[in-house]
C-alpha cells in the first residue's frame, strides 16, 4: 500500500508539473502574435517514402501491412535499443532473452531458444540479415527509419520472416555539408551521446561519419541489465555519373558491461514480502554480481547502384562478425538456496556472416513494375560454448576449452542458402493491379555438437560428438490483387508465405522441419480531409505448420546428482497453430499544432494441435520418451494442448499518442507529447506449469497492464538545438518479456532524464 500510495503521489507531482509548465506555455504563445508560419509543424501528414519492396515508394501506396518510425523520433524518445523503437508498433511483441531482443508479430515469432534455431523476425539492418539476435542492442543512432513490415515476406526476403520483418536504415552520405550531437543523462546514471558529421569531398565524393555510447547502471539490484557501449559507422558515397553510385561502408560496435540478467519468478500478483525473490522489489535478483557481457560487433557492406536505361542493378554484398563472452549468474534449478548460492555460468559465441544479393528491377517510372534477383548467405563457423562454473562438489571451475572442463556445452553450426527469386506488378486498369512473387532457397545447416551437463553422470562420461546435417529445399510465393479507390485510398488483398529454417534437438541427437506459414490479408490505406487524417486497417488469417516450439523434460543426464547443471531440458516438438485478427491505425492532425495517434490490435492466436507427450502422458504410468527421465513432480499439472494459446500473444492491444506544439514569439516552439500502450493478459510460454514448486501460480502469465512515456521539448527558432525532459514507464509497470526456467526477463523500469542536442 505505501508504494502504491508513494507511485500515485509521484505521478500526480507528474502530472500537477506538467501541468503548470503548459499553462505557463500557453499563456506567453497567447500574449504574442504568432508568426505567419510556425515551425516544426506542418498543414498536412507528412509523406514517408519506405523501400518495402526493394523500391523508393510512399508508404500508402505501398500494398503491405507497415508501420515506420522516423531517425527524428528515435532521437527524441531518447531510443537506444529495440525495444525503445519499436515497442509501441500494433502487432508487435517484444520478447527478451538473455541474449538479446525477439520480436513477434500477429502470434508468429521464434517459440525456441535460438541456440536450437532462428528468429522468424528478422531484426535487419540496411537490408541485411543477422542471426544474431544479441545485435538487436545497437545501431540506434543516425537512422532513416525503421520500418516494420507486418505478415510473410517470404518472397522479397526469404527464410525466417514468417511473422514480418523490422528494417533498421540507416543515413547514406548527401552533398551537403551538416552535423549533429546530443547528450541525454537520466537516472540510473544513464549517459547517452550521438554524433554525426556529413560533407561532401568532391562533386562525386561524400562521407558520413557517426557513433553513439550509451550507459547506465544495472536495473536489477545486483547489477545486472547495464548497458555500456560504443559505437561508429563510416560511409563513402561515389557518384561518377549520374547512373552510377557506390556506396562503401562499416560499422564497428563494443559493449562493455552488465549482462541483460533476471529475477526469480513472481506470479500475477506484484510484490509482496513473502514473494519467492524475497523482496517487494520486482527488480530484485538474489544472485551474486560480479557479472560481464562483453561484445563486438563489426559489419562491412556496399551497395552498388547502375541505372541502366531500361531498369536499375543493384549489387549488395556484405561481411559480419560477431563475438561475444559472458559471465552469468542465473538460477540452476527450482531451488532459492541453489540461485542465491549459483556461481553461475561463462559462454563465449562467435560468429562469421557473409552474404551478397544481387537484383535488377524495372525504373520507378515503369508501368509494370519487376524484379529479378538471387541471393548468397554463409555462416562458416557459429560456436558457442557454455561452461558450468561450478561442479557437483560446489567448487568453483575455470572457464576451460573443449574437452577438459567438467560440465559444458560445445556447439559449432554452419549454414548456407541459395535463393532466387522474381516478383512483378502488371496494371489491368489505371486502378487496378495484380502482384505476383516466387522465390525457391537451398537451405543447408551442418552441426557438431558435444554436451556433457554432469561431471559425476553414471556411466556416461563426455558424450560423442553429434556430426549430422540437415538440407531444405523451400517454394514461397505471394499473388495480390490492389485498387485505387480513390488517389487517396488504397485496397489491397493478397495471400502469401514463407518459412522458418529446421535445426537441431540437440538433447536426443535428432532434427526438426522447417516450419511454413500461409497468410491471408486484407487491407486498406486511406487519408481524408486534405491529408489532415490518416486510417489504414489490415485483417489476416494465418496457418502455421510445424510450429517450432518445445516441451520441456527432465535433464535425462542428471539421475538424481545434485550439480549446477538444468533441472530440465528443451526438445522441438513441431505442432500447428492459427492465428487471425486486425489492426487498426489512425493519424490525425487536429489543426496544424495539434496530432493524435490511435492504433488497435486484436489478435486470436492457438495451437490449432500440439502433441506433448511428456505433458499429455504426465503422472505416474509415464511412457515412451518421458519414462524414467521426468518422475511426477507434486503440485504440477500435466496438460494437454490442442487449443492453447500461443505465447505472447494478447488478445487486444491499444496505444494512443498525443502531441501539441506551442509557437513562441521569437519562433522557438515547446512540444509536449504522451503516449500510452495497454494490452490484456497473455503468456511468455506455452507450457503453463501452474504451480511451478516454489514458484506461485501465475508465473508464466503477464497481467493486463498500462505502460506510458511522456516528454516535453524545446526547438529553438530555426530547429538548430533542442532541449528536451522525458520519462518512460511512468506507472513503473514490471512488465515480464521472457522466460527461462524460474527466471524472468523485465523490461526497463521507470527511467527519466534530459536530452539536448544541436544540429549545424
Request: glycine share 8%; with cysteine.
Amino acid at each position: 500500500m505505501r508504494r502504491e500510495s508513494l507511485k500515485i503521489a509521484a505521478m500526480s507531482s507528474l502530472a500537477a508539473a506538467v501541468s503548470s509548465i503548459l499553462a505557463v506555455s500557453t499563456a506567453y504563445a497567447q500574449s504574442v502574435a504568432a508568426p505567419a508560419i510556425l515551425p516544426h509543424v506542418d498543414d498536412q501528414l507528412e509523406e514517408v517514402i519506405v523501400t518495402a519492396e526493394k523500391r523508393s515508394e510512399n508508404v500508402e501506396k505501398t500494398a503491405i501491412s507497415i508501420a515506420t518510425v522516423s531517425g527524428d523520433a528515435l532521437v527524441r524518445e531518447n531510443a537506444v535499443k529495440l525495444d525503445d523503437a519499436v515497442a509501441a508498433v500494433p502487432g508487435l511483441n517484444i520478447i527478451g532473452g538473455p541474449a538479446g531482443f525477439l520480436v513477434r508479430i500477429r502470434g508468429e515469432g521464434i517459440n525456441i531458444p535460438p541456440t536450437f534455431g532462428e528468429p522468424s523476425v528478422p531484426v535487419m539492418s540496411d537490408g541485411m540479415y543477422n542471426s544474431q539476435v544479441t545485435t538487436t542492442f545497437y545501431g540506434f543512432y543516425d537512422v532513416a527509419r525503421v520500418e516494420v513490415l507486418r505478415g510473410p515476406q517470404g518472397t522479397l526476403f526469404g527464410k525466417n520472416s514468417t511473422g514480418g520483418v523490422v528494417n533498421i536504415i540507416t543515413n547514406d552520405p548527401v552533398n551537403s555539408e551538416e552535423g549533429m550531437a546530443s547528450i541525454s543523462v537520466g537516472n540510473y546514471d544513464t549517459l547517452d551521446t550521438q554524433f554525426m558529421y556529413n560533407s561532401p569531398l568532391t562533386d562525386e565524393l561524400a562521407i558520413r561519419i557517426s557513433g553513439s555510447t550509451s550507459s547506465h547502471e544495472g536495473f536489477l539490484s545486483n547489477g545486472d541489465n547495464g548497458l555500456g557501449s560504443q559505437s561508429g559507422r563510416f560511409k563513402l558515397r561515389y557518384t561518377p555519373t549520374d547512373s552510377l553510385s557506390i556506396l562503401l561502408a562499416a560499422e564497428i560496435t563494443h559493449n562493455d558491461s552488465t549482462p541483460p540478467g533476471s529475477v526469480l519468478s513472481f506470479g500475477t500478483t506484484c510484490c509482496t514480502a513473502d514473494s519467492p525473490h524475497g523482496s517487494t522489489n520486482p527488480w530484485y535478483d538474489p544472485a551474486p554480481g560480479g557479472n560481464y557481457w562483453r561484445t563486438n560487433y563489426q559489419r562491412y557492406w556496399a551497395d552498388l547502384e547502375y541505372d541502366l536505361g531500361w531498369g536499375r542493378l543493384s549489387i549488395l554484398p556484405s561481411a559480419q562478425s560477431f563475438f561475444l563472452s559472458w559471465r552469468n549468474n542465473f538460477a540452476p534449478g527450482g531451488n532459492i538456496a541453489q540461485y542465491e548460492a549459483s556461481t553461475g555460468q561463462y559462454q563465449t559465441s562467435g560468429q562469421h556472416q557473409y552474404a551478397a544479393e544481387i537484383h535488377l528491377q524495372s525504373e520507378d517510372s515503369s508501368r509494370i513494375k519487376w524484379l529479378l534477383g538471387v541471393y548468397y548467405y554463409n555462416t562458416p563457423d557459429w560456436i558457442t560454448q557454455v561452461d558450468n562454473l561450478v561442479s557437483s562438489t560446489g567448487a568453483p571451475q575455470l572457464p576451460g576449452l573443449y574437452p577438459n572442463d567438467p560440465s559444458f556445452t560445445y556447439e559449432a553450426e554452419a549454414i548456407r542458402d541459395l535463393a532466387a527469386f522474381a516478383q512483378t506488378t502488371i496494371p489491368i486498369t489505371d486502378a487496378l493491379r495484380i502482384t505476383a512473387g516466387v522465390r525457391e532457397t537451398s537451405n543447408r545447416k551442418a552441426v557438431n555438437y558435444v554436451n556433457n551437463p554432469a561431471e559425476e553422470t553414471p556411466n556416461e562420461g563426455y558424450l560423442t560428438p553429434w556430426n549430422t546435417s540437415l538440407s531444405t529445399s523451400q517454394f514461397t510465393y505471394k499473388a495480390g490483387l490492389e485498387g485505387d479507390l480513390s488517389p487517396t485510398s488504397l485496397l489491397y488483398g493478397q495471400v502469401s508465405s514463407g518459412f522458418v529454417a529446421g535445426g537441431f534437438n540437440f538433447n536426443n541427437d535428432s532434427t526438426f522441419q522447417p516450419e511454413t506459414i500461409t497468410a491471408f490479408e486484407l487491407g486498406s490505406k486511406s487519408r481524408f480531409l486534405q491529408d489532415t487524417l490518416q486510417v489504414n486497417a489490415e485483417i489476416f488469417d494465418n496457418e502455421i505448420k510445424n510450429v517450432q516450439t518445445f516441451y520441456q523434460l527432465a535433464n535425462p543426464f542428471l539421475n538424481g546428482t545434485t550439480i549446477t547443471a538444468p533441472q530440465f531440458v528443451n526438445q522441438v516438438e513441431p505442432a500447428t497453430a492459427r492465428s487471425f485478427g486486425g489492426e487498426l491505425e489512425v493519424a490525425y492532425l487536429l489543426t496544424r499544432v495539434d496530432r493524435f495517434d490511435f492504433s488497435a490490435a486484436y489478435l486470436h492466436a492457438r495451437f490449432v494441435h500440439f502433441n506433448d507427450p511428456c505433458l499429455a502422458n504426465g503422472g505416474s504410468n509415464m511412457s515412451g520418451p518421458c519414462a524414467g527421465v521426468w518422475p511426477p513432480i507434486p503440485g504440477l499439472v500435466h496438460v494437454g494442448y490442442d487449443g492453447g494459446i500461443m505465447p505472447q500473444s494478447p488478445t487486444l492491444t491499444l496505444t494512443a499518442a498525443y502531441e501539441h506544439t506551442f509557437s513562441l514569439n521569437n519562433g522557438a516552439a515547446l512540444t509536449a507529447h504522451a503516449d500510452t500502450r495497454f494490452f490484456t493478459k497473455n503468456y511468455l510460454v506455452f507450457t503453463y506449469l501452474d504451480p511451478f514448486p516454489p514458484f506461485p501460480p501465475g508465473t508464466d502469465v503477464v497481467p493486463q497492464a498500462t505502460v506510458s512515456n511522456a516528454s516535453f521539448s524545446y526547438a529553438s527558432p530555426r530547429g538548430k538545438w533542442n532541449f528536451e525532459a522525458w520519462i518512460k514507464n511512468i506507472e513503473d509497470t514490471p512488465l515480464k518479456t521472457g522466460a527461462f526456467g524460474p527466471n524472468l526477463q523485465l523490461a526497463d523500469p521507470r527511467t527519466y532524464g534530459v536530452s539536448a542536442w544541436v544540429r549545424f
